[in-house]
């Protein structure tokens, strides 16, 4: 009776740690995607309110700081809709998010204009190019992309071309564009405004019958202070030696008052997985020290990490690994390892303590890609993964990117795993 009660308790125990790690990261990942944090983009300082939710868990944690706190500041410019956005077509509102995106260089305008339509395989014929260019003087240009019938590599590389000019250049008379399309919407941020506006829309919608376009945008071209957030444990026995866990927390923002994007998967769970690997440190120190940086502006162009590697705040070369988390949320698929094959022994190394352990699906390998905030790192000789994992929901920069509908499928395995990996470092 008494081993079963021991049994009990230890279970209990166990399971209790466990369950509360996840608890943890899920809380996380609900307060950083909550509407309170405005999408942590530029609009009513959503960035700011992020950034210092995390120092508050750093300090709560127990990390130290390299400077009298642990922002590291730095001014970037972006383009913002901070107040009403209104889409009408024939006086049918369209839904932001949901209907349609702005294109996040867009500029301000306000009023109603008539339309013309242009299929997308046309902007391939030239006389019929120049009809139309002719004929959109003060209307607003549909161009209308879906049951794309181009195919070819060639083909498409112009249409993007035109359309990039079609969209902003001041020598089309046309007031606006909207591309209508069938593919999913995705929003992105934007460091520059043009002098135009631009939409791109996905709703069923009969474009021939649309006469009427109704407007209203009011776009802020700011230049703010926004911060990375960096903290340190001290190793045991090679305080000198660095790992690094890193993970952008900002977001894209609002569009408009009402709309914005939560980010929960990118990358509100990459910064979970960084403060649990924080909390798990803390109590079980390491020989390495380990520095957790939250690095801000990655949605502007990769910025907050561009930033850091000019100033770091220790010598990059005492980097012994980096490992960046963006979007760590899923998992149905295992994890994919960019930089894979550039360091080969801690992939296979890694993979390895997989295999043994079967933490999750499966360790996927990649080759370079400067598309995250490794890459800044890289480029300056640290030896560095980005993690991100695969399957489940595909939401991404988009308003469905939400914590209800993060499965977090192999959040505790991942984060055992790399535990144990990063405990290989000796
Ligand atoms: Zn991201």
């Known amino acids: 009776m008494k081993k079963l009660i021991l049994l009990f308790i230890i279970t209990t125990f166990c399971l209790g740690g466990s369950a509360q790690d996840l608890n943890y990261a899920k809380e996380v990942v609900k307060t950083l995607s909550s509407p309170e944090f405005k999408g942590r983009g530029y609009v009513g300082n959503g960035h700011k309110i992020a950034a210092k939710y995390i120092s508050k868990q750093y300090a709560d944690i127990g990390l130290k700081s390299f ?3 642990y922002f590291q500041p730095f001014e970037i410019n972006a383009n913002t809709f901070p107040s009403k956005m209104e889409l009408k077509l024939n006086g049918e509102t369209l839904i932001p998010g949901e209907d349609y995106i702005i294109d996040p260089k867009s500029a301000s305008l306000k009023g109603e204009f008539p339309v013309v339509v242009i299929r997308e395989k046309d902007l391939l014929n030239k006389t019929k190019l120049a009809d139309v260019v002719r004929n959109s003087s003060g209307k607003v240009l549909i161009i209308d992309e879906t049951n794309s019938e181009v195919e070819d590599a060639e083909d498409k590389k112009t249409i993007k071309e035109v359309v990039d000019y079609l969209k902003f250049s001041p020598e089309v008379p046309s007031v606006a564009t ?58 045991t026995e090679k305080p ?12 894209l923002g609002k569009m408009g008052s009402k709309m914005y994007i939560p980010g ?29 940086i939250a690095l801000g502006a990655e949605e502007m162009g990769i910025l907050g990490a561009k930033y850091y590697v000019k100033n770091p705040l220790f010598d990059l070369d005492r980097i012994r690994f980096l490992v960046n ?16 094959t550039v360091f080969r022994k801690e992939f296979d190394l890694l993979n390895e303590l997989n295999k043994q352990n079967n933490y999750i699906h499966s360790v996927n390998i990649r080759g370079e890609s400067c598309n995250s ?24 920069h988009d308003i469905y990117d939400r914590f209800e509908t993060l499965p977090f499928t192999a959040f505790e395995g991942y984060s055992e795993l790399m535990i144990n990996f990063f405990d290989t470092f000796e």
């Open 178 to 235: 909207i591309i209508y399309t069938d593919k999913k919407l995705t929003w992105s941020g934007s460091t520059i405004q043009k002098p135009k506006t631009s939409f791109i829309v996905n709703k069923k919608l009969n474009l021939k019958s649309i006469s009427e376009v109704s407007i209203k945008v009011k776009a802020r071209l700011i230049t703010c202070e926004t911060n990375n957030v960096v903290g340190y444990l001290e190793g």
């Open 373 to 396: 905030d490794h890459c800044m790192f890289y480029q300056q000789g640290v030896p560095s993964f980005f993690i991100y994992t695969m399957g489940g929901i595909q939401a991404y």
């Open 325 to 340: 988390f963006d979007m760590a949320g899923t998992g149905d698929e295992g994890i994919k390892v960019v930089n894979g």
């Open 264 to 292: 929960a998967n990118d990358n509100a769970s990459g910064i979970s997985m960084l403060l649990s690997l924080a909390k798990y440190y803390k109590e079980n120190p390491h020989k390495y020290s380990i520095v957790f």
């Open 240 to 251: 000198d030696s660095f790992l690094v866990v890193l993970g952008h927390y900002d977001h």
């Open 67 to 69: 400077g009298k706190n």
